[in-house]
């Protein structure tokens, strides 16, 4: 397949980030790594690079799309690669996603945990860069009931019950009970 990177500019860009600025410059590298990703699984849909005339083409590009995600790293300020046809979204990415699934699990076991919405609001801008609303600490502990709750219900197999037992038994003196 003829669509493949044809120069290592935005490698040489993302090693000059992190060389220059640290774990500080992590978050813009990541968004350049994740930006070119997204650009070359759109030529790989599309069967040909931009401006690449060939018979197996299925689609041409149409563009970008601006959307940020909070992350571990901050916000990332992507660009989504669009196809006239619109049947293609990148795999790096749900649709709708706003937040990665790991931050906002966090959020919910601190949620869980009793941790108090100001509280997260400070730690995540300390960390992250960025604020937390107390709609979205509720949303993270949404998608944890809903996590824990498939899990609950998920199939055991063949085994339509399973019993767990247990003894305890509590010993008074300091000698070893048997």
């Given at each position: 397949?003829?669509?493949?990177?044809?120069?290592?500019?935005n490698?040489?860009?993302?090693?000059?980030?992190?060389?220059?600025?640290?774990?500080?410059?992590?978050?813009?590298?990541?968004?350049?790594?994740?930006?070119?990703?997204?650009?070359?699984?759109?030529?790989?849909?599309?069967?040909?690079?931009?401006?690449?005339?060939?018979?197996?083409?299925m689609?041409?590009?149409?563009?970008?799309?601006?959307?940020?995600?909070?992350?571990?790293?901050?916000?990332?300020?992507?660009?989504?690669?669009?196809?006239?046809?619109?049947?293609?979204?990148?795999?790096?990415?749900?649709?709708?996603?706003?937040?990665?699934?790991?931050?906002?699990?966090?959020?919910?076991?601190?949620?869980?945990?009793?941790?108090?919405?100001?509280?997260?609001?400070a730690?995540?801008?300390?960390?992250?860069?960025?604020?937390?609303?107390s709609?979205?600490?509720?949303?993270?502990?949404?998608?944890?009931?809903?996590?824990?709750?498939?899990?609950?219900?998920?199939?055991?197999?063949r085994?339509?019950?399973?019993?767990?037992?247990?003894?305890?038994?509590?010993?008074?003196?300091?000698?070893l009970?048997?």
């Amino acid at each position: 397949m003829a669509c493949r990177v044809r120069d290592n500019s935005n490698i040489d860009d993302v090693i000059e980030l992190i060389a220059q600025q640290g774990f500080q410059g992590l978050g813009e590298a990541v968004t350049v790594l994740i930006n070119e990703a997204m650009k070359i699984e759109r030529n790989q849909h599309l069967e040909a690079a931009p401006y690449e005339r060939t018979i197996s083409r299925m689609g041409y590009a149409n563009g970008f799309k601006d959307k940020t995600v909070k992350t571990r790293l901050g916000k990332l300020d992507l660009q989504i690669p669009q196809v006239r046809e619109g049947n293609f979204y990148p795999s790096i990415l749900e649709r709708g996603l706003r937040s990665e699934r790991a931050l906002k699990l966090a959020l919910a076991e601190m949620y869980v945990q009793g941790v108090s919405t100001r509280r997260v609001k400070a730690i995540t801008e300390e960390l992250c860069g960025f604020e937390v609303s107390s709609s979205d600490v509720s949303r993270a502990a949404k998608l944890l009931d809903e996590t824990l709750a498939s899990w609950r219900s998920r199939s055991l197999g063949r085994y339509h019950y399973v019993f767990v037992d247990a003894r305890y038994e509590k010993c008074t003196t300091h000698r070893l009970c048997c």
